[in-house]
């Protein structure tokens, strides 16, 4: 009797080792996507640290977004915080620094985007908080999800650090 497939020596049928071999390698090959742990030490890069509300309970007229960003090893000199459409910012947005001090910024609000700018750029490997104050939004929605990007100085783009996931509780 013939058998349809070749064999090798272990007794698997070679099309079975090709696909084994093809899976071993690819994962083996492509990187895994890592979690961030938000830990300034770890990362360079400007990245996002912390999101939330306060109060956060979707009930409240009148809640204030903080977004937490560690400045990475180049200065940044403005930042943009995309807010969805049924989202309102009523009562500006002030910048803090680790020790609560405000820093000199300014903001403007047009079509869907917050821009802030620096009045000076925010130096490297320092923690700065940024508040949305008087945030309006419908109360239907537990997770709102705010994309942000800054400006390095001496860059004219945008980059984006990352996606602020502001959440409210029932």
Not at 33 to 38: F, H, I, N, V
Not at 122 to 135: F, H, M, T, Y
């Amino acid at each position: 009797m013939e058998v349809s497939y070749l064999r090798n020596g272990f007794g698997f049928p070679k099309k079975i080792l090709w696909y084994l071999m093809i899976f071993i390698v690819s994962h083996g090959v492509v990187t895994q996507p890592s979690l961030a742990s938000g830990r300034p030490s770890e990362s360079q890069a400007t990245h996002l640290v912390d999101a939330f509300a306060s109060p956060a309970v979707a009930q409240a007229l009148n809640h204030t977004y903080s977004i937490k960003l560690h400045v990475g090893n180049k200065p940044i000199k403005a930042m943009v915080i995309t807010i969805p459409s049924r989202v309102k910012v009523r009562n500006g947005v002030n910048v803090q620094n680790r020790s609560g001090e405000l820093i000199d910024s300014s903001y403007q609000i047009e079509d869907r985007q917050i821009k802030v700018n620096f009045e000076q750029a925010l130096e490297s490997e320092q923690i700065v908080r940024i508040s949305l104050q008087g945030v309006r939004s419908p109360r239907y929605s537990n997770t709102w999800m705010l994309p942000v990007s800054i400006r390095h100085q001496g860059i004219d783009f945008d980059i984006p650090v990352g996606t602020a996931y502001i959440r409210t509780f029932d």
